[in-house]
Structures are given as structure tokens and as C-alpha cells.
């Protein structure tokens, strides 16, 4: 890791046992098992452990550990364990191999195109080995056009719904179906964001760009590498780059190696400003290069770096990627911890105006009451009422400054930190 990356007055720092799951993430195939580790207790095996199930990279600790010279100084115990990672992820696999299959043929009998994002081909053709990359679901993307038929064609195959197709169509970019047997979870897409993104993705420039491949020997289209790149970048960062920690920054890496022609840099960075994605893109990038060595363009990275970026915003995304699953529970709604932060009285009563009177298309969706109908201008006091009745513990312990409540508004504040300058637009 670059030495100058973490500076001194940084706020949060990888720990030592993190710093060394990152060099046996980073080996190289024909790469032999540094020295150092030779010296390292089974106390601090047992860390490394810990810590590649909580960034949900044991599977592929086990296998670059197995597959390297070297490595016989790794306690026996400490590999058995992480060799029931990699089998349970490999079973797992199979089983979502097989609904893959299944729910892609359903669609593909209906004459409905899929793209495959992310899980699925990372798993089966980026990383070539399904075990070295464990998912929770599968995402497939299809045209919003086919939305209908393909909800009615997979309840027909026997699949249940998470959900409901037309509140989830208007505020949301996807629906969740469940296979059974099996309690597969298959998320289905019609675009890449949610409608009220600040990201600008053109979904037939998607389709346009798709190339086809095999993926659970299903022929399907996945998305060019430069739109892949792009997305993943855009996935890590929604997540406020915590959610899967080193493995989201790992996963760009892969995409990286398995591509078998040079990468088209400036048209990914040109793509990126048209979506509105520079900042995301530009941090996403700056971490995998600095933390995991990624072999990314340094000059096609400074080439969109934000003109709002410092250090902070670096520093926030590092505590977040090795914080994972480390944050305080969540006790107040986004919009109550912005109104923690707030110190003009002004700002305060604005933000608390907007939320408790937002506009009537919102309440429509909301209250499913009809844009049109008198209705909805009396469910702004039934909102009123509403939002007393589910928030006003949280508000009493906002107002008594509740030690808990601190502890988690801090947390929020750099939450939201982070999250306002990933939606600022910069050119």
C-alpha cells in the first residue's frame, strides 16, 4: 500500500492484520508467499480470518493461499476453516448456477433479452471459478418494455415476488423474485439507477454496448468492460464503499485482468462524465489503485479528478471500507440526522418544511392516494401525524442528546459527508 496514501494525520488507519490481508489479496500467480508471514502467530491468523469473512473474500484468501509456495507456514487449523468457506461457497454456487439457468431460459422462450450484471458473470466468467466469488442474489437486466411480461411469465414458472411491480416501477430500478425450491433470489432490472439518481445512464447506450457470452452455459449479453467498470464503480460507492469492503475494490481488479485487449481509458473517463458518475468513478478508482495496486491509467484517473476532491473525502472512504459491519445500528432516519448537523436555524426549518410537505407526486406514491383526488391535500395531515407517531422516540433522544444517539449521528454526519460530495457534479 502507498505509504504517502495513508499520511500521517489520517483520521482511521488499516490495522496490521488488514494490511496483511491485502498482500495475500494482491499475490501474484507466480508470486511466492512473502517471508513475513512466516512469523505470524495462529492469534494472527486468526484475524486475517475474521477479517476475509467480514470482507467476504475467504473463499479467494483459501484459494490464493493454496495455490501459492510458500504457504505451509499457514496453520492447518486456520486453512481448514477457510477451506469450509470456499465449499460452502462452491455449493452455493451450484445452486444458483442451476436457478441462473433456469430463470434464463424462462425469460429467453419469451423472446426477452437479459443482460447479466455483476454476481453471476464475475463469478462464473471474470474470476472463472464460481466458489471464488460468493453472491447473495442474481441481478439481470431487461428492457423496462419487457417489465409486464416478465413478471407474469416468472410468477407463471413459479417463482414468488418481493414486492409490488407498479410502486417498485416508479421509485425503484428493480424487483425481487424468490425460486422454489432453492430460495434463490433473483433481482430483476430494467435500468441501472433508481429514477431519482443523479446519475444520467442512457439505457439504450447500455443495450447498444452489451456483448453477448456464456455464462452458466446460458448464452446471455453482460456489459461492455467499459460500461462494466463504470457500473461497479457506481455500485461501490452507492454502498458508501462499505458494504462488501476490499471485495467491491477487489472485484474491479478482476474485471481489469480477465479483459483480454487493453482497456480504452479516456473513453471509460468520457463515459463517465456523461453519467454524471466522475466522482464515483474517480474515488472508486483512487482507492482500488492505492489500496490493491490496481492496474488503472494514474493519468487517466487525475484526468477526472473532481475539482471539489481533498484528502477527507479519501480518509472517509477508507474508515468506511475497513469499519465494515463495524458501524453503530441505525437509530434515526437520514433526514432527522441532517437536521442533527444543521447549524443555521434557517437550513433547519427548510429541511423539515421539504420533508414533512414533500410534493404532491410523492405523496401520491406514498399515501396511494391519486394525483388529482382532494385527498391529497388532507394526507399531508395524516403525514404529519404519521411521521409524530414512528419518529418521536428518535426525536426525544436527538433533543436529550442521548450518548447512543451521539454515537450514531457522528457516524451519519460522515455518512452523509461522503454521500453528498458522491452526488455532487463536477465536470
Known sequence: MNSTFFHPNMPFKPTREEKLLIDCLVLKPDERFPDHFRRLSLADWGKILDLSRKHAVAPL????????????????????????????SSARSLTQ???????????????IPVIILKGAYY?????????????????????????????????????SRRGDVRRDRATKANVGF??????????????LVVPYSSL?????????????????????????VEDLLLYQCYHTAKHMFSYYGLRSLYDIIEIINYNRSPIDWETIM??????????????????????????????AIESIKPTRFDQSISDLAVEFIFSKGDKPPALIPENMGRLWNIRRVGEGISLIFRRIFPPKREMEWMYKIPLNSPAIYLSYLYRVADLVYRHH?????????????????????????LKDWLTLYNR
Not at 434464463?104 to 419469451?110: E, F, P
Not at 442528546?401 to 455518512?415: E, N, S, V, W
Open 123 to 159: 463469478a462464473d466468467v471474470i474470476y472463472g471459478n464460481s466458489a471464488l466469488r460468493p453472491m447473495n442474489d442474481l441481478d439481470l437486466l431487461i428492457r423496462e418494455s419487457d417489465l409486464s411480461q416478465a413478471d407474469k411469465i416468472l410468477l407463471e414458472a413459479g417463482y
Open 178 to 191: 424468490v425460486s422454489r425450491p432453492g430460495d434463490v433470489i433473483i433481482e430483476l432490472h430494467w435500468h
Open 61 to 88: 484468501l483459501y484459494y490464493k493461499l493454496k495455490t501459492r509456495t510458500g504457504t505451509h507456514a499457514v496453520p492447518d487449523g486456520i486453512m481448514r476453516k477457510l477451506q469450509l468457506e470456499y465449499l460452502s
Open 270 to 299: 468520457q463515459r463517465a462524465r456523461r453519467w454524471n458518475a466522475v466522482n464515483s468513478v474517480y474515488l472508486a478508482f483512487q482507492l482500488a489503485v492505492e489500496l490493491l495496486h490496481a492496474p488503472i491509467d494514474r493519468d
Open 200 to 224: 444520467r445512464i442512457d439505457m439504450n447506450d447500455i443495450w447498444d454496448n452489451a456483448v453477448p457470452t456464456v455464462v452458466g452455459g446460458s448464452e446471455v449479453m453482460v456489459l461492455s
Open 393 to 417: 422516540r428518535a426525536l426525544l433522544l436527538l433533543l436529550r442528546r442521548d450518548r447512543k444517539m451521539k454515537t450514531y449521528a457522528k457516524h451519519l454526519k460522515k455518512q452523509l459527508i
Open 97 to 111: 448456477s442451476g436457478e441462473l439457468t433456469k430463470c434464463v431460459n424462462v425469460l429467453h422462450d419469451a423472446g
